[in-house]
């Protein structure tokens, strides 16, 4: 009808509200700066202006999905809590495991306290004198089951208690059981005597040392204040002169990163330069954080030591096939595969500046979340080496490698969607800085070996900012085909391979 107000209907993503939004209306205005829309018939991201009209007409016919940047704080905040809920999940199977050990341990104790006193009494019902040191130590392990409930002292294989609850004499007799390394709490700093310190031999018994590693700050993408729930006990085992000893590392930061998972992340920062992260400092409440950066604006690159903390379950192998050797094996140490005994990392990252205790980093190769350890200026004199003194083998030299660089292409319509997505960025400015840094990641073929042989033909994806791309491998080049928001995947490209090479 003439002169009727035409509208279009939107949905508000995550919710069934649905808008009836002017074709002409200014989305930013309506709806607030950085919001975007996707056309829901073919998930095409429609671009918005400077100022926050739509680049395009929008169709009273069509029905579009309104995203804005409250959007992926909520679902940040709903990972969080189902993260916590997984943990309490485990934190109370973990009691009520403890507690039918408690129940089986006292009444075993007080069946045989039990027996102790029938044995004892027996003899005066026939008219014989009771036994009377059966009656004591009847009376012995009844006052000794006491204490031991009073105290928590159960016995670390019999009821399940920490390592770290042990005193220290039996720890030195016995090494921690595989029960009570699975029961330690997050958090829980775990102790184990690598010789008989008690006897002043500096023997090494059972050569193990435990280093408990547990929460500090934050990995939720975008808050760095979140509790990041993860746990590794990191094992060594050798001599150790000088007795036994403790291993306890915490986190001074998690750091936040353009790459949210293992897949696509690439393997040296200085594969990709343009990748973006940032550290925000949580320090131990004796340390000022801005005093202890003082100085270190001075340096262009720093050195980061940090935990492989999406490690998983894989077993760590002596030797493996990185993927520049495309399936043939080398010896663990050789590699800088992330299986390892002790999963530390080490990454030299630009500094770009520091903001009170909050660095900024480019050239990362860390996911999102990553624990870090220290941060260590770069020194050249110190960290680097003439290049006629370092020898590598063939197949870490570019002219010799067996894998070679891959060449890029990305369709005009996968740059349409990256700049329709600019709004929705966090840590690239623009989209062509968005674009150059998928190029680095897929110049260097991101794929495992895994990935390369047995899924050549399949479509890949991964992620880098709030984008997810997909592309497909052929004839030495790397195409992308599409790029979406990152809460309109499905990830149902990601394949979860197996080995021990997959993610190396």
């Known amino acids: 009808m003439e002169g009727e107000l035409q509208t279009c209907r939107m949905h508000w993503s995550g919710s069934k509200t649905v808008f009836a939004v002017p074709l002409g209306a200014n989305l930013w ?10 056309e829901q018939e073919s998930r095409r991201a429609i671009p918005i202006d400077p100022v926050g009209f739509t680049a395009e007409p929008l169709r009273a016919d069509m029905t ?14 709903c990972h969080h809590l189902r993260t916590q809920m997984n943990v309490l999940r485990d934190d109370l199977a973990r009691v009520q495991q403890r507690s039918l ?19 004892a009494i027996a003899p005066r019902e026939q008219g014989a ?6 009656i004591t130590e009847a009376m012995r392990t009844l006052r000794s089951l006491q204490r031991r409930i009073e105290t928590g002292e159960m016995g670390l294989a019999e009821a399940g208690a920490e390592p770290a609850q042990v005193p220290r004499a039996a720890a030195a007799r016995a090494p921690p059981t595989p029960d009570a390394e699975a029961d330690a709490e997050p958090g829980v700093t775990v102790v184990a005597e690598a010789g008989d310190s008690a006897s002043g031999s500096g023997e090494a018994a059972g050569g193990a040392i435990l280093a408990g590693v547990g929460p500090r700050g934050g990995c939720a993408r975008g808050k760095p204040d979140h509790p990041h729930q993860w746990t590794r006990v990191v094992k060594a085992s050798g001599q150790q002169q000088g007795g036994g000893g403790v291993v306890s590392i915490t986190p001074i930061g998690h750091i936040r990163s353009c790459f949210a998972e293992k897949n696509g992340t690439p393997r040296q920062g200085s594969i990709a330069p343009s990748s973006r992260a940032v550290l925000e400092l949580k320090l131990p409440s004796s340390l000022n954080p801005l005093h202890a950066v003082d100085g270190l604006e001075h340096f262009s690159h720093v050195w980061l030591l940090w935990h492989f903390h999406q490690n998983g379950p894989a077993a760590i192998r002596s030797k493996v096939s990185p993927p520049r050797l495309d399936g043939e094996r080398v010896g663990l140490y050789a590699t800088r595969s992330p299986h390892r005994p002790n999963a530390i990392g080490l990454s030299a990252v630009r500094l770009e500046r520091i903001e009170g205790s909050t660095l900024y980093l480019s050239g990362v190769d860390l996911i999102d979340g990553t624990p870090i350890f220290d ?5 050249p004199i110190a960290d680097s080496l003439p290049l006629e003194q370092v020898r590598v083998p063939p197949w870490l030299r570019p002219e010799t ?13 996968a740059r349409e969607q990256i700049r329709g997505l600019e709004p929705a960025l966090a840590f690239f400015r623009s989209a062509a800085e968005a ?3 998928i190029k680095q990641v897929l110049r260097a073929d991101p794929r495992s070996v895994f990935w390369r042989h047995q899924h050549a033909d399949e479509m890949y994806g991964f992620s880098i900012d709030q984008l997810n791309v997909v592309c497909h491998f052929s ?14 995947s499905d990830r149902a490209h990601s394949l979860k391979p197996t080995g021990d090479d997959r993610d190396i």
């Open 129 to 134: 004198p009771a036994d009377v040191q059966g």
């Open 375 to 379: 941060v260590k200026p770069y020194v």
């Open 435 to 437: 674009e150059e840094a």
């Open 64 to 77: 579009y999905a309104l995203f804005s940047k409250s959007g992926p704080k909520l679902l940040r905040e």
């Open 401 to 413: 490698a067996p894998v070679s660089d891959l060449e890029v292409d990305i369709t005009e319509a």
């Open 475 to 488: 004839d030495g080049r790397a195409h992308v085909t599409g790029v979406e928001h990152l809460a309109l």
């Open 101 to 119: 050990r408690f129940e089986r341990v006292t009444t075993e104790q007080l069946r045989s306290a039990s027996e102790l006193l029938a044995a």
């Open 29 to 38: 205005e309506v709806f607030g700066k950085g919001c975007f829309v996707i």
